[in-house]
T-cell receptor, first 112, second 114 residues
Framework: SQKIEQNSEALNIQEGKTATLTCNYTNYSPAYLQWYRQDPGRGPVFLLLIRENEKEKRKERLKVTFDTTLKQSLFHITASQPADSATYLCALEGGGSYIPTFGRGTSLIVHP | EAQVTQNPRYLITVTGKKLTVTCSQNMNHEYMSWYRQDPGLGLRQIYYSMNVEVTDKGDVPEGYKVSRKEKRNFPLILESPSPNQTSLYFC?????????????FGPGTRLTVL
C-alpha cells in the first residue's frame, strides 16, 4: 500500500541553523509533492510545490528537493527562527488520483 | 481577502443528532474537499468535489455525506454522528485548472460527539 513517512520525533534546533525535514514514500509515483506548515489548532498553509521532473525549488529561506529515485523529499529552512516552530506536512498526489495523501507531519522547534 | 470559511468552529453534540458543518470559499475554485485530522493519524480525506454536482469518496467517507449545489459551498453532513467522529475537521479548496494544486484550508471545526 502507499505510504508516506515523516519523522515522528520533533526536530529541535538552535536559532540561525538550517532545519532539514524528510519525507519518504513507498509504492507511489507522485506527479508532485507539496509541503505545508501547520500551527496548533489551525489549518495547514501551503509553502512549496515541486513536480516529479524538478529536482529543487526555492522560496526565500525555504528549499525543497525531490529525488524520485530515492523516493524522498527534503525540506530545508535556512537561518531558522523561533517563529518557524510548527508542524510541517508533506503531501503527495499523482497517478490520476485526486486524493492527496498527507504525511503525519514533523514538529520543528527552533530554540532562541 | 481570499479565504475558506467554516462554521461552526467548535461543536459539541450527542450521538445520533444530525449536524451540518458549512464550508465556503471566495476564490472561485473548482475543487473542494473535506479532511479529518486525528492525533497520530494525520490528515485523511473524507470527500472531495471536482465541481458543482460532482462529488466522490476520499479515504474515510463512512458516516459522512456532502453536497455541492453551488461552486462556493461544500457542506459536510453527519446524519447520525457517533463518538468515533470526534475529530478536527478541515475544508480545503484549490484550482486545478491552473495546473497548480495549492490547497487553501479553512480554520478547522473541532467536533466532539458525546
Amino acid at each position: 500500500s502507499q505510504k508516506i513517512e515523516q519523522n515522528s520525533e520533533a526536530l529541535n534546533i538552535q536559532e540561525g541553523k538550517t532545519a532539514t525535514l524528510t519525507c519518504n514514500y513507498t509504492n507511489y509515483s507522485p506527479a508532485y509533492l507539496q509541503w505545508y506548515r501547520q500551527d496548533p489548532g489551525r489549518g495547514p498553509v501551503f509553502l512549496l510545490l515541486i513536480r516529479e521532473n524538478e529536482k529543487e525549488k526555492r522560496k526565500e529561506r525555504l528549499k525543497v528537493t525531490f529525488d524520485t529515485t530515492l523516493k524522498q523529499s527534503l525540506f530545508h529552512i535556512t537561518a531558522s527562527q523561533p517563529a518557524d516552530s510548527a508542524t510541517y506536512l508533506c503531501a503527495l498526489e499523482g497517478g490520476g488520483s485526486y486524493i492527496p495523501t498527507f504525511g503525519r507531519g514533523t514538529s520543528l522547534i527552533v530554540h532562541p | 481577502e481570499a479565504q475558506v470559511t467554516q462554521n461552526p468552529r467548535y461543536l459539541i453534540t450527542v450521538t445520533g443528532k444530525k449536524l451540518t458543518v458549512t464550508c465556503s470559499q471566495n476564490m472561485n475554485h473548482e475543487y473542494m474537499s473535506w479532511y479529518r485530522q486525528d492525533p497520530g493519524l494525520g490528515l485523511r480525506q473524507i470527500y472531495y468535489s471536482m465541481n458543482v454536482e460532482v462529488t466522490d469518496k476520499g479515504d474515510v467517507p463512512e458516516g459522512y455525506k456532502v453536497s455541492r449545489k453551488e461552486k462556493r459551498n461544500f457542506p459536510l453532513i453527519l446524519e447520525s454522528p457517533s463518538p468515533n467522529q470526534t475529530s478536527l475537521y478541515f475544508c480545503a479548496s484549490s484550482s486545478r485548472l491552473a495546473g497548480e494544486d495549492t490547497q487553501y484550508f479553512g480554520p478547522g471545526t473541532r467536533l466532539t460527539v458525546l
